[in-house]
């Protein structure tokens, strides 16, 4: 299936493995995943960054149990990358939508609350919804910045990818892996070397009056 893509904001991409202070502003490219009339459901081609679901557990101590409404990630997107990624008049067009809460369907565990947020992450139903098995957009694009000679290059890999439902147990959320695939065990969300993938909704009736 052709996807339709749409720029929206830009944003510091990190590179190389952290701790790395090389950044390049780049603009972001979003997927369209569906249409409603003057409206349309976006997520980044390429993670922003690669960071913990949560980390507010004391160092060496376990993962706290979690959920998206409670979560570090949710504050981060919400704040920090909703202010600093998009113009006042980008903004404007990001609606806030009702994130529904999910549980996980093969272990029962709980997702928590609704939510009404700007910006999300997909739920797995969502991204079964929204990519096909298999499919090669489903595989999350990371920028990594290499020193080459004195040049500075922007290379690409593939990355694992938060979704916003739970995992086995419910200190883990479910990702998307490096080819696609949807892992419901998950992993521990104070793991802090996976991908970032937001998505949103925009008006579209606004952003062409940028």
């Not at 976006?42 to 993962?63: H, K, L, Q, Y």
């Not at 980008?90 to 999910?102: D, F």
């Not at 990519?131 to 890999?157: L, P, Q, V, Y």
């Not at 998950?186 to 937001?198: K, L, Q, S, T």
Request: aromatic content about 12%.
């Amino acid at each position: 299936m052709k996807r339709q893509y749409m720029t929206i904001g830009k944003w510091q991409m990190p590179g190389g493995t952290k701790p790395n202070p090389i950044e390049v502003m780049v603009a972001l490219k979003w997927i369209v995943l569906q249409q409603k009339e003057d409206k349309a459901l976006v997520i980044v081609r390429d993670c922003i960054d690669w960071e913990f679901f949560d980390g507010s557990n004391t160092f060496f101590e376990p993962a706290k149990p979690m959920t998206w409404e409670k979560s570090y990630l949710r504050k981060y997107l919400n704040r920090e990358f909703f202010e600093k990624a998009f113009s006042e008049t980008e903004k404007k067009s990001v609606l806030t939508t009702v994130v529904r809460a999910e549980n996980n369907s093969e272990y029962a565990t709980l997702g928590g609350n609704d939510t009404e947020d700007k910006i999300f992450l997909l739920s797995v139903s969502e991204v079964n919804k929204y990519f096909m098995e298999k499919d090669f957009d489903a595989r999350a694009e990371m920028f990594m910045i290499d020193e080459n000679h004195g040049k500075m290059e922007i290379e690409s890999f593939w990355h694992k990818w938060w979704t916003r439902t739970p995992g086995e147990e419910q200190n883990m959320m479910s990702v998307v892996n490096e080819i696609g695939q949807i892992n419901l065990e998950g992993i521990d969300v104070d793991a802090d070397e996976i991908g970032i993938r937001p998505a949103m909704w925009v008006d579209l009736a606004l952003l062409k009056e940028k």
